[in-house]
């Protein structure tokens, strides 16, 4: 019953490419994500999916092409400026801070808006302590949103892969990102934990009106959540379209030959 | 002139057994990932037990050939050598496989500390010698080419060249032997090496076994020259500006690197030191390491590395 | 078993967050500290606060510094004693160079030099990832041997080499008897033990634990390593710093490089290693383990009857020391404070075994 | 115990909910009067904020139009505003009617409609889903208010809306009506309905059960003053509110008292907000301290050796001692010492670790509580009590007194209370807490409620020498013993089934006598215990036929029969319906056969029929008898089990009173 609202190109990737010393990522790749959408990109493993998440928020830096992210024009990213432009995401192989708990992984998400300096915290008394009241109350909406109260103390390595995506997810989050990226977020999970994950995502996308980026490698997932579908196969673009066409797509469904599950 | 040139080749003697002890931690480096800071302290481990052997044959056997006994001695080493490379293996890695580099590193270090402790409640604190007949009368050379010549020890030319022979052989066992192209494999890819039916853990042992010999030989030299007592364990560290200056995993890197750096040591002593107060030595090399990483941070030879997401 | 809980609630963020949020732990460290500021100055003899207490203090500052480095930020270093030696001679110029200068401003300036020198060695780790970083601050370390060795102008031109400070007082008291040395320590130490706690729980200690445990996860969520980094090589190396001026100026009152050599770096990272990496607490445990642990080998086996000599001594705790590193490594790498802390779980959860 | 004299005269209150909540408003605004765990903190209500918070509900319902002696559908878990709205209701004379948030849409419609409800007030998403697909079947349903807005963001349906929306309204409301709300809390009077509760009753459709603020209150202070509870207390709310039971509990005794009640953060969280809280006043039907018991059992059997042996040795301790000690009689001077070592190594950490450090006063009701159950939490020195009520009685008819706690009583009559057993053996009571009546239902009402204001509890039961009540059995099961020694004695089934059952061996068993001249029992082994035990002493047996058959496991059931009827014996009145015989079933009786209710009930007359051999036997005085039954196994083939049963005579015992 959710009617979502799409708005106008954020993020519009052009003739993107990207080696590894002589082995190709990425070949010329363009696509673009809409305001408010839920974007995803498919395709087998090893397609080049990450590869394109970690060119936008600028772990690696693309030989070619440009990114453009809300109208300003990027030929290579840094990981903090996108940050600070409004861009979260999560990982396909979890990389949770293992030494913390659930709350202080979260909370680090609330770092880029934290502003007291070293002496105010070192004191903490005052300005740091309220700021960390402020920042706790936000991440409290989180842990409640993603209904992780009780492991709020638990250190990350001890919870079940299911809940460790959800922090993962939840520390994305805390950035209040415009727009999230999406690695794999269903990878190795059972069915019921799929069915929360898809519940979550679309929560997210209605309740803040979060633009996502989704990867997965498994289509069946994805088709119902996303608005657009953009598929990859050996790091070319192979389809592009709603779900209905890129399903329809002949080169589409021979890529998946056998992949399909 | 000939002072400098004489300078040089002092350098380059220097060099050299920084590299045979610099040798130890890239083989290891390579195979294993560990960053071997116990290597030192096995130099000082081999070269205790090979004076002491040598010194308590006689007493033992009766037998006085210099020759026989050393021989005995370095093989005992040798032995000493694998069995710790071994328990090394057995006790510590094999419990810390996957672990990051830096645990690996600290927990070399307390295997430094057991082998300092260990070898020298083994083999005694004091000064020993080793005497493996190296002659000790210097010869001078290129008289012709200017008045004085050069002079320079027999026992460096000795060393130098039972060092050469080692890298040698070396590389021989690297190419040629079956274990070294296992090694070679394991270097690259450990778990492709895994999958292809290599036994890392024997591999493993072997790696430290031959950094172990390698340890041995450097120990023996330096032994024989300045005689063995525990600061040899910290001349060692000499070692680690060469692997960065040549590269973790290079292992022409390592020899290059021990090179230049004894060389530069000793210039820059004659050269620089005075204008410093002297002493310069102690900390040249790593300084020059340390400017030399801020410009090529994978160091000489070492390849670069990219890690993925 | 001790624990009470029932009815600690929290009804507000302060009140949730406070350091021990347990009444019963409160009161404990409440006892703590009243027995190390009121009864240990009282009972204490002389030998016990000069040759433990007070060393005790002052490395456990040291390790707690470093703990900061290592443990929180995950940067190895190998030349903490360098900073130790860089906050103890920069004090001590200070003090020479310009009298009436107060021992704490003198202490501070120290802490600031060191602060210089570290984050200047700290620059490479930018650069280069952990085992290269060993080397750096290796540099330093042996850097440092020579320049506090071969550079008149840090001595003060002293002829031999060896510097001493003048008789200390703080705001007019006079510290000289053991007990004031030990409670000038443990203010401060106490002092620097709650900020940095402060820190470790603070935004920035978090940015140092993301850095450590996932980097490239932090970089995304608008970390900057540089600026983590940097701030934790300086705070450590304040903190080490400072430790390094207490150690000269109150342990020592005289001292010469070999004071700050290598050895003191590697037996400070024992410390934070067997006490426990990330943890405040585990800088305390670990350095006083290894301030007894000599004394108990020196005794033990005389009281055994069987006396050993003084090197044999020193050999078996370097074996000791050796093995409890790598036996820590492998079986609780989180040292002694976890065992603490798992100590406590059990008893808050007893009879339950989990 | 003044509740004890039965004619002390109804006590009626001369207040009302919303008075109550004003009172403490006035008299202690900054207390806490309501605690949420939320985002992580206890987040506080002070009875001002409270008062306040109440107010604009009730402006904005009256505002939608919420009349006098309308109902108000409250549906959720404990939460502060749905309590709050439940307040705001009666402030304006409206009825709040709490429903179970676990029932299906469907069970909502018979409420929804027999009570001609116009607005909802619920918890979230799940509950709004709910109303909107049974919509169509509660024409008057007009307006659904959500406390949570999870999920329903898009959500438009007419009608639907915020309980913030509906606190701006009530704002706004109050604005233009200054001191309406004074006004309509002033307009209630004591005997004005308060609240119904839907009770769904042993039997067919649910009834509307209609309480009056003077009836749940008069009971309220009743139980307060029985336990002398204060402002001070604390309680953690976290059972269905509309269970009478969590709802007198949570609301008549909170606003009666004025203590805290305490509302966890999520289903989740329970145990944890429990440790965290310690309520000081506890209550809970059997089935959940069993569940905790069986938890301790669980983490206990991963405890170390040694710390095992610490555990067992101290609960033996606590079994022998620790009773007594509830029931402050002296106690030796070393059984003090040693449990008071007990306590520190084991007691008191385990109260900790399952959150009863500060619990007072913790009460059980509902069925009747295994010894072995209650006596665990009375030895680790919990004051776990037993009292008798239900719906209909608001609850608070006789309570356990502290030190008189057994597990075969309900305690004695509180104040006000009076009890009176009919001829026929049913207890009826008669108290200024009995409801009004059933809501629509005169016929019903007619039924329960006499017109000398006797209310038939359908319990069957008596008052013992202690002045104790002590309930037997459902009325409709008790029969009477004919002819034999023992003519005209009351027949208790259900009473001695379940003293059998409470020995761990016996998993089923059925009594018979009603009408006969003696009881006659079929009892089910239990195959785990039972088999245990077999194992232990390497008795070998095959199926459950086989070991049920082994004369030493005959021998074990019987001891327990005698012990059984060694009890019965110690009070007359049931001295009568000792077992006389008894045998052991050849097969486990099952719901798939017809012979248990889904819900694992007998069904005695079924059984009665099924196995008439068999009641022929025992009461043909047979001392063996073959039978053959058809069973149906679970992958839906039927079979046979043959068997021939050995038939047991057992000791019965002179009534204690006869004897001395």
Redesign the interface.
Known sequence: ???RRTGDVILDVKNLSLRFGGVKALTDISFDVREHEIRAIIGPNGAGKSSMLNCINGVYQPQQGSIQLRGRTFTHMNPRRVAEMGVARTFQNLALFKGMSV?ENIMTGRNLKMRTNILQQAIRWGAAGREETAH??VV??I???L?I??Y?RTPVGKLPYGLQKRVDLGRALAMEPQMLLLDEPMAGMNVEEKQDMSRFIL?VN??FGTTIVLIEHDMGVVMDLSDRVVVLDYGRKIGDGSPADVRANPDVINAYLGTVH | MGSFLETLLGGLMVGMLYSLIALGFVLIYKASGVFNFAQGAMVLFAALAMARFAEWIPRLTGLNNKLIDNSIAFAGAVLVMIVLAWLIQKLVLARLVNQDGITLLMATLGITYVLEGSGQALFGNDIYKIDIGMPKEPVFILEKTFEGGLLINKEDLYAAVIAAVLVALLALFFQKTATGRALRAVADDHQAAQSIGIPLNRIWVIVWSVAGVVALVAGVIWGSKLGVQFSLSLVALKALPVVILGGLTSIPGAIIGGLVIGVGEKLSEIYIGPHLGGGIEIWFAYVLALAFLLVRPQGLFGEKIIDRV | ?L???????????R??QQIFPILQDRIAIALLLVVAFVVVPLVADAYTLRAILIPFLILSLAALGLNILVGYCGQISLGTGAFMAVGAYAAYNFMVRFDGMPLLAAMLLGGLMSTIVGVLFGIPSLRIKGLYLAVATLAAQFFADWAFLRVPFFTNNSSSGSVSVPSLSVFGMEIESPAHKYLFCLAIVCVFALLAKNLVRGHLGREWMAIRDMDVAAEVIGIRPVYAKLTAFAVSSFIVGVAGVLWGFVYLGSWEPAAFSIDRSFQLLFMVIIGGLGSIMGSFFGAAFIVLLPLFLNRVPTLLGIPISVSAASHLEFMIFGSLIVFFLIVEPHGLARLWSTGKEKLR?????? | MPGALPASRPTTVQTTFPRLLLEHAAARPNAPAL?E????????LTWRDLAELVEALAGGLADAGLQRGEHLVVVGENRPRLYAAMLAAQALGAVPVPLYQDAAGAEFVFPLVNAEVAFAIVEDQEQVDKLLEIRGQCAKLARIWFDDA??L???HEPGLASLDALIAAGRAYAAAHPGFFAAEVAKASPDDVAAMFFTSGTTGTPKGVVHSHDTLIDRARAGARFDKLTERD?VLAYLPPAWIGQNIFSYAQWLACGYVV?CP??A??VM?DL????PTYYFAPPRIFEGLLTT?TI??E???RP?RW??DRCMALARRVGPARMDGKPLALLDRIAYAIGNL??Y??????L????VRVAYTAGEAIGPDLFVFYRSIGINLKQLYGSTETAVFVCLQPDHEARNDTVGVPIEGVEIQVSNSGEVLVRSPGLLKGYYKDPAATAEVLGADGWYRTGDAGFLDASGHLRIIDRAKDVGRIVGGANDGALFAPKYIENKLKFFPYVKEAVAFGDGRDKVCAFVNIDIEAVGNWAEKRNLPYGSYTDLAQKPAVLELVRECVEKVNADLAADERLAGCQISRFLVLHKELDADDGELTRTRKVRRRFIAERYQVLVGALYGGRSEQHVETEVRFEDGRTGKIAATLRIVDVKTYPPVGRAA
């Open positions: 019953m959710a009617e709350l706790r109350k409290e909406g842990i409640d949103f209904e109260q009780a709020r929560d209605d309740e | 078993m624990y009470r809980e029932n009815g600690q609630f929290k009804t507000t963020y009140a949730d959860l007893w009879p339950f075994p989990h | 605690r765990k939320e985002f992580g903190i206890w987040q506080t999870r999920g963001r898009h959500y604390e305490n953060e999520s989740s969280t944890l440790r965290e809280i310690g301790v983490r206990m991963d405890a170390a710390k610490l555990f190594l084991v008191a950490p385990l109260r900790n670790t959150g009863f450090s500060r």
